[in-house]
């Protein structure tokens, strides 16, 4: 393949994206360029490469044949794309060749067409490259099934609003095809909007999925081992330590735990690091004197360090009377957090549920130090319980889930957006179906190691399901803006916000080259007109009804069948500018990365180790402050055990790094230049990144493009 993907001799941008209509003094230039104008052969051969998708039954056997168009209008002769043996099977790329006039011109459009010989017919088909054989390469992408004896017309790029496709009634087909395909379904109650079941489509590749299976065996073959090499029951904190000299590795917390420095980095650059805010005041619900906690500001007042901007706080009112598996209790906490003057974020005080009271004492740093350690253990047990909940499976995995499938929907696979996203989704709805049916169910691993069990994960979800607005928390720098710790000089070594901020900016260059270059492009007078009409909503905007339809479905509420997402920008029901667009595709696409890779891919680090940040504690939360052996609080071995290699697998790799895409959909000069410019600055963030974790000594990593995947696959 590397061989016949030369690289054009040209780089014209063919108006194709902008009205369909091609440019022929740039096609004279392109012809003479290629064959000169002394014609000394009649004829000249196009290799013809194929490149069956590899998804599940894409291969076939059908007879297929194709006919290439030129810009001119010249049209080839008709083919059969027939090789010896056996082609077009699954994730194959066969080559073919035709011959054409020396006067063909560079292709525009194909028509392809199969017939139903054979018992496995059905052809996903993922592209057509025709190479010229005196230079240049011209790309129809596909990405769809072909059905028997239909004429499919394709040009080239293949990627076209809907206003400007010429096949406007086979769009249309299309996407009646995907609603039948992909149907709304909500099956939490109040929950997000799912897919009713998933499509054959959105399946593992085999690849993928054996790699799962055969991790999962492999660490459940070391948890065996470890199982038999250790007692039934933690007696100490060795005991618990002893297990990870069998097969498993140490997490780095084992040596820092108790520590309150170690506790504050938990915040900053843990795997759930979205939730420290500034704080400003010091609720009336929270027991905390100040003369109480003044002794551990460094001679200031409490006011004093309020209106220097060196307190912090974290408030989870959220779990609130969260319903819990097996009767259990979980915290609603609130804590309090210092910034001293050598910037490191310190707890000094935790209160454990939302009311103040006298069985409800707030815990202070200067307490005993099993009583503080307790109490920071549950603190992280309730983070944890929000992390799995909200941060992890909620704002990411499900929220996506229900984007994905309005994008299948209402937008064609021919629709450039359709084309930006749909590298983003892989796998997503196959990984969701395995992990609400093993994970997320009854009986399953979240009932069995979670403190809340599915019903109280449900509870959690929903209710921060009802307050995520797009424009607000899913807009990074809105997001962090809104908690007040979107400045460094506020809250210095917070790597988080740091490498997230660098590459969501990075993917909203990204896009709006891409955005633009497809809805900036309009005729000058018609541009002038639907500007007075439409109070400056930019022509192609207004005329784009696919995109119309599916903000619509995205905002519509669940009850009434729709997604129900809230704060997508826009007004009156619709996208009024070009800036609006990008805005939501930047957020689709770092949630589907780098906020998925934030909340995911250090939960062994975290999790592997109970009393770090237990998913789970035994017996009641203290209403006192009296010393108790923190080890009877932990859960038993089979608990500890499940955690670790469920947590493990978890946090493995998935699809390829950001912005190096399984399957490239879009293949215009614009977006191809477009994504070569995001994957070098990516590469620039990586390396800044890299640089920074060598000269410290608790790294964080987590979102070096080099490891942050395209989509949520795991």
């Known amino acids: 393949m590397s061989e016949t993907r030369a690289k054009p001799l040209w780089d014209i941008t063919v108006s194709t994206a902008e009205n369909r209509t091609p440019d022929f003094s740039v096609i004279s230039q392109y012809t003479c ?90 052809w996903f088909l993922d592209r057509v490259e025709i190479c010229d054989s005196e230079g240049g390469v011209s790309y129809f992408p596909v990405h769809r099934w072909i059905a028997p004896f239909t004429n499919y017309l394709f040009y080239e790029f293949d990627s076209h609003l809907p206003q400007e496709d010429p096949n406007k009634q086979q769009r249309e087909v299309e996407l009646e095809e995907k609603r039948r395909d992909y149907q709304i379904a909500v099956y939490i109650e109040d929950g997000p909007a799912q897919c009713a079941e ?100 460094e001679g200031m007042t409490l006011a004093e360090a309020l209106a220097k901007k060196r307190i912090f706080i974290i408030d989870y009112w959220i779990l609130k009377d969260v319903p819990c598996k097996d009767g259990r209790t979980l915290p609603a906490p609130i804590a309090l957090f210092y910034m001293n003057k050598s910037n490191v974020l310190l707890p000094i005080a935790i209160q454990l549920f939302q009311r103040k009271g006298p069985n409800n004492p707030v815990f202070l740093c200067s307490d005993h130090q099993e009583v503080w350690l307790l109490a920071k253990m549950f603190f992280n047990n309730a983070d944890a319980s929000y992390h799995q909940s909200c941060t992890h499976l909620g704002f990411t995995h499900l929220l996506m889930e229900g984007v994905a499938l309005c994008t299948h929907r209402n937008l064609s696979p021919s629709h450039p957006l359709f084309r930006l996203l749909a590298p983003h989704f892989r796998f997503l709805m196959a990984i969701n179906a395995r992990g609400l049916k ?32 797009m424009d607000r928390n899913g807009i990074l720098p809105n997001e962090l803006k809104s908690r007040g710790v979107n400045q460094p000089d506020i809250l210095p070594n917070y790597p988080y916000r740091d490498d997230a901020l660098a590459i969501y900016h990075a993917i909203h260059r990204y896009v709006s080259k891409i955005v633009n270059y497809y809805y900036e492009r309009y005729q000058y007078y018609l541009f002038i007109v639907l500007c007075i009409l439409t109070s400056d909503t930019p022509a ?33 029901g619709m996208f009024r500018t070009v800036e609006e667009v990008v805005d939501t ?13 934030a909340a995911n891919f250090q939960q062994y680090e975290e999790y592997s180790f109970p009393p770090n940040y237990p998913g789970m504690l035994v017996g009641e939360i203290p209403h006192d402050k009296v010393p108790r052996n923190i080890v009877s609080y932990l859960p038993n071995k089979d608990v500890t055990l499940d955690t670790m290699v469920i947590t493990k697998l978890l946090s493995s790799g998935g699809t390829k790094p950001l912005g190096h895409f399984e399957v490239q959909y879009l293949f215009d000069p614009v977006s191809v230049r477009a994504a070569e410019e995001f994957r070098q600055e990516l590469h620039e963030i990586h390396e ?3 640089r920074r974790c060598e000269s410290q000594d608790f790294p964080y990593p987590w979102l070096d493009p080099s490891i942050v995947p395209n989509s949520i696959s795991i």
């Open 33 to 122: 360029l290629c064959h000169g104008t002394d014609v000394k052969k009649s004829t000249r051969k196009l290799r013809i490469i194929v490149v069956t998708g590899d998804r599940f039954g894409a291969g076939t056997d059908a007879n297929v044949w194709i006919t290439v168009y030129d810009y001119q209008g010249s049209e080839s002769a008709k083919i059969k794309l027939d090789n010896w043996g056996n082609d077009m099977e699954q994730g194959a790329t066969d080559v073919y060749e035709m011959e054409v006039d020396q006067s063909f011109s560079r292709p525009a459009r194909i028509k392809l067409w199969r017939d139903a010989y054979g018992l496995a017919n059905s």
């Open 198 to 297: 998933l499509p054959s489509d959105e399946y593992f590749s085999h690849q993928y999925k054996l790699d799962i299976v055969i991790s999962k065996t492999s660490l459940l073959i070391r948890s065996k081992l470890i199982d038999l090499r250790t007692p039934d029951k933690w007696t100490t904190l060795e005991d618990l330590k002893n297990i990870y000299q069998f097969c498993l590795e140490k997490p780095k917390c084992i040596d820092y735990w108790r520590e309150d420095w170690w506790f504050g980095l938990q915040r900053l650059q843990g795997c759930n690091p979205v939730v420290i805010k500034l704080c400003t005041e010091i609720p009336l619900k929270f027991g905390v004197q100040s003369t109480l906690i003044e002794p551990f500001l």
């Open 540 to 572: 192609k905007i207004q005329q784009d009804s696919e995109l119309r339809q599916w903000r619509a479905e995205l905002v519509k509420d669940r009850k009434n069948g729709g997604i129900g997402l809230l704060g997508v920008p826009g007004r009156f």
């Open 438 to 469: 093993f994970l997320v169910a009854p009986g399953g691993w979240v009932d069995k190691t979670m403190t809340i069990g599915c019903k109280g994960m449900f509870k959690i979800m929903k209710r921060g399901i009802r307050n995520w607005r």
């Open 688 to 690: 800044q990144i890299n």
């Open 585 to 597: 595709m930047t957020v689709i696409i770092s949630t589907c990365s780098v906020g998925h890779s």
